[in-house]
């Protein structure tokens, strides 16, 4: 089989840019990590509610994942209107839409304000910034504006993170491990570019062209491995079964025996993977016999870099997995179709 010409492909595909928009994502990173973000250290939190949808939703799992390792408060993901019956204004809300318009956000970030809650805010501009601006109890927190928001993550995730160490919830890397982790990230990115990389993903994107798609991550990974899953599903129209180890190997591991060969199976792991999830992985990987797999051992020197390696190197295969099948992994029609519906019912 003849390799993909990609630059023929993304050129006739990629009619938003998706490529280069996360060629950019190192770059998109590094700056929303190095902004001011002018707040107080402020620890006296019973924990923090990260609101957000879609893409702009994504960095809640990472920022749980993280303080799940080595943070000081509890981080939980709320993805739906209102807010959940047990929050109070003892916790903060960290609201993130990218457009600033998402309807879900929108009504969690008023009932916030409402019940005398604290709201950092992160968009492009928007409903969200209006909402914040007019508060005395909020935080609006600005990113550049003008791409999808899936590709924007480099901006919204660093902005969050950013926030985070501004406020002191989470610990602040050292300059030196920024810079080393930026570096590394940019290299990571060169090797999985469609154009001039290593061609590893390439060849895990024709693996997955005919066979139903199974992320297995290690449960630090999974947030990773669930915003795999999402842009598989808007990039690439395709959808793909994200699972956690050690609690997929419980139950659904029974299931994975029948029909294995027509699956596409992606592994993701790292330096803080458990010891016997490392085992569990190393027996699946030899007894389940998938149509295609591989490892994704993301060797980061932190946590935070071990994800991030993982969200690049899998969004450039869900770019690949939709150019080489003629898909423009920009287009969202369905959610354009949702989003005028909506705004017909009041």
């Known amino acids: 089989m003849s390799k993909p010409d990609f630059d023929t492909l993304l050129a006739t595909h990629d009619r938003g840019d998706m490529a280069g928009y996360t060629r950019r994502f190192a770059d ?16 006296d939190w019973s924990g923090v509610l990260c609101l957000g949808m879609g893409g702009s939703g994504a960095g809640g799992m990472f920022l749980s994942a993280l303080t799940d390792s080595s943070g000081g408060l509890p981080f939980v993901v709320w993805r739906d209107y209102g807010l959940p019956s047990w929050w109070g204004p003892d916790w903060l809300v960290l609201a993130t839409s990218y457009s600033g318009n998402t309807e879900e956000t929108l009504d969690g970030v008023r009932a916030a304000l409402e019940g005398g809650g604290v709201v950092v805010g992160i968009c492009s501009g928007g409903e969200l910034e209006q909402v914040l601006s007019a ?13 999808m928001p899936r590709s924007a993550f480099g901006h919204l995730l660093g902005t969050q993170l ?3 160490w501004a406020l002191g919830i989470l610990p602040r890397p050292d300059e030196d491990e ?18 001039g990389g290593d061609g590893r993903v390439a060849a895990m994107a024709a693996g997955m062209a005919d066979r139903s798609i199974g992320i297995v991550a290690a449960g630090e990974m999974a947030p990773a491995g669930v915003r795999f899953a999402n842009q598989l599903n808007e990039n690439s129209d395709r959808f793909a079964r994200p699972v956690t180890l050690p609690e997929m190997n419980h139950n659904e591991i029974v299931a994975w025996g029948r029909d294995a060969e027509s699956q596409a199976l992606l592994y993701l792991a790292s330096p803080a993977t458990h010891p016997r999830v490392s085992a569990r992985l ?6 389940v016999e998938a149509g295609d797999s591989w490892l994704l051992d ?10 991030l390696i993982a969200a690049h190197i899998t969004d450039w295969v869900s770019i690949a997995l939709a150019v080489t099948n003629g898909v423009d992994p920009s287009e969202m029609a369905s959610i354009e ?9 009041q």
């Open 162 to 164: 950013a926030a985070c």
């Open 337 to 345: 179709g949702l989003k005028a519906h909506l705004a017909t019912i």
């Open 135 to 147: 508060s005395d109890d909020a935080l609006c927190l600005s990113v550049p504006g003008g791409q």
């Open 28 to 43: 998109d990173l590094e700056a929303a990590l190095g902004a001011a973000v002018e707040v107080d250290a402020d620890m």
């Open 282 to 287: 190393g027996w699946m990987m030899e007894n």
């Open 298 to 307: 993301c060797e980061g020197e932190s946590l935070l870099e071990s994800l």
């Open 178 to 195: 920024l810079a080393g982790m930026i570096s590394r990230l940019r290299t990571a990115s060169e090797s999985a570019d469609l154009v």
